[in-house]
């Protein structure tokens, strides 16, 4: 006998009460999951979003005119989307904004040439700090008019914030659906990496990077010290090459070896380096790759990266990011041996991430870290 049972003398007031309870259950779901977009944090933080996108030229009427083509339900008939970095608040990330064009004899053409004039809503997705809602990928989701008022869900409920598991009103709800797992649906660049190291096995691998040059002598190891050696400059740099620049007129300070590029720092010290912000690194040494095959490489950076291995480019993500990976790539060794591995990096300010993953030949499974036997310096 259930309490209620024992409680009621009449069986089926029980009953209707129990039933009334379970029917309330998904009532008080739904009022729960109404707070989690609407609330004034998330409108106030909706308009300094706004504000950021027209200082970017986003939105507004000075805005970027991209390439339209033609979209699906629910939003709108023709499309256009771009995304970027944007700083909300002194914290920078990604943003996807998408604009949602309708009318009467609309076209591709005719929205190229007069994008004001068929603009319906603006949907947008930002990137905000770890911790805001790990289960979708911390994405802030709002829909906004053209004149960058926020629209509301029927009940009058402003659309910002975390939108929502609820079919009826929800972003999430059908996004969460995309491929890849990153809540969005036109590609995987911001897949996490374990949906990325999937597609390993998908054998649709990139371009394959082949004729790496082995160094001409190979070390022994009496030749060889752990890690990977570092010297660091100290400044705002915006983009690798004037990292390279500087390097060439100016000593940099040498930073302890790097045994294993496993960074992410969040707003702690960059590296080896002892500072937490403005610091360039030209990152030198050698990588063994001890069996012939094709190892397939990627790099997580922020800010940005580039590395070549025996000569050849393997990864290139130059300007200023937050946390991203770079595609799969496919690197084909013919001589097993210890190869120049030369990577130069920055970050510019706030969080910090180098990551260098691999997944060697005949090997099957997730992405690793390359190990620190992998990983040299000459001494000198
Ligand atoms: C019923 C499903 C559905 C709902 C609900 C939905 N979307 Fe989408 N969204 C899509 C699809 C499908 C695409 C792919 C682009 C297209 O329309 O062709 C997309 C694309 C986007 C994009 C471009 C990035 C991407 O995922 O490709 C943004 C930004 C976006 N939606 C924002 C929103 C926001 C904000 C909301 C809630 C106010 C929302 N969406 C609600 C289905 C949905």
């Known amino acids: 006998m259930s309490i209620l049972e024992s409680?009621?003398?009449?069986?089926?007031?029980?009953?209707?009460?129990?039933a009334a309870i379970i029917t309330m259950i998904p009532v008080t779901a739904i009022a729960q999951e109404a707070r989690s977009f609407g609330l004034p944090d998330d409108v106030a933080f909706a308009e300094r979003l706004w504000e950021s996108l027209k200082d970017l030229r986003l939105v507004g009427s000075r805005a970027i005119i991209a390439q339209p083509y033609e979209g699906s339900e629910p939003h709108g008939v023709i499309l256009i989307t771009l995304d970027?970095?944007?700083?909300?608040?002194?914290?920078?990330?990604?943003?996807?904004?998408?604009?949602?064009?309708g009318g009467e004899n609309i076209s591709i053409e005719s929205v190229a040439t007069n994008p004001n004039l068929f603009l319906g809503a603006i949907t947008v997705m930002f990137r905000r700090e770890e911790g805001y809602d790990a289960q979708a990928q911390n994405w802030f989701w709002a829909k906004y008019s053209a004149d960058g008022s926020l629209q509301s869900n029927p009940a009058g409920v402003a659309l910002a914030g975390r939108i929502s598991r609820n079919p009826e009103d929800g972003c999430i709800a059908c996004h969460q659906f995309a491929p890849g797992d990153d809540f969005v649906f036109l590609h995987d660049r911001f897949a996490p990496l374990d949906i990325v190291t999937a597609?390993?096995?998908?054998?649709?691998?990139?371009?394959?990077?082949?004729?790496?040059?082995?160094?001409?002598?190979?070390?022994?190891?009496?030749?060889?010290?752990?890690?990977?050696?570092?010297?660091?400059?100290?400044?705002?740099?915006?983009?690798?090459?004037?990292?390279?620049?500087?390097?060439?007129?100016?000593?940099?300070?040498?930073?302890?070896?790097?045994?294993?590029?496993?960074?992410?720092?969040?707003?702690?010290d960059v590296l080896t380096?002892?500072?937490?912000?403005?610091?360039?690194?030209?990152?030198?040494?050698?990588?063994?790759?001890?069996q012939a095959g094709v190892y397939t490489l990627a790099l997580e950076s922020n800010d940005g990266?580039?590395?070549?291995?025996?000569?050849?480019?393997?990864?290139?993500?130059?300007?200023?990011?937050?946390?991203?990976?770079?595609?799969?790539?496919?690197?084909?060794?013919?001589?097993?041996?210890?190869?120049?591995?030369?990577?130069?990096?920055?970050?510019?300010?706030?969080?910090?991430?180098?990551?260098?993953?691999?997944?060697?030949?005949?090997?099957?499974?997730?992405?690793?870290?390359?190990p620190a036997q992998a990983l040299a310096h000459l001494r000198e």
């Open 273 to 290: 380096s002892g500072s937490a912000d403005a610091v360039g690194a030209e990152i030198r040494g050698v990588i063994n790759f001890a």
């Open 84 to 101: 970027t970095e944007l700083e909300v608040d002194g914290r920078e990330d990604t943003v996807i904004v998408k604009k949602n064009y």
């Open 7 to 18: 409680m009621m003398p009449n069986k089926s007031i029980a009953a209707a009460l129990a």
């Open 199 to 268: 597609s390993v096995s998908a054998e649709q691998p990139g371009d394959t990077v082949t004729g790496l040059a082995p160094l001409a002598v190979q070390p022994s190891s009496s030749d060889l010290e752990p890690g990977l050696g570092v010297t660091y400059y100290r400044r705002i740099f915006n983009l690798i090459d004037e990292v390279s620049a500087f390097a060439l007129n100016n000593p940099g300070v040498k930073g302890a070896p790097i045994n294993v590029l496993d960074y992410k720092s969040g707003s702690a």
């Open 305 to 370: 990266v580039e590395l070549s291995i025996g000569g050849k480019l393997i990864v290139s993500d130059p300007g200023v990011h937050a946390d991203r990976f770079s595609p799969l790539v496919p690197v084909e060794i013919v001589e097993p041996g210890w190869y120049s591995f030369e990577m130069t990096y920055f970050e510019k300010q706030n969080t910090a991430t180098l990551r260098l993953y691999w997944l060697p030949p005949g090997e099957s499974g997730g992405l690793k870290f390359v």
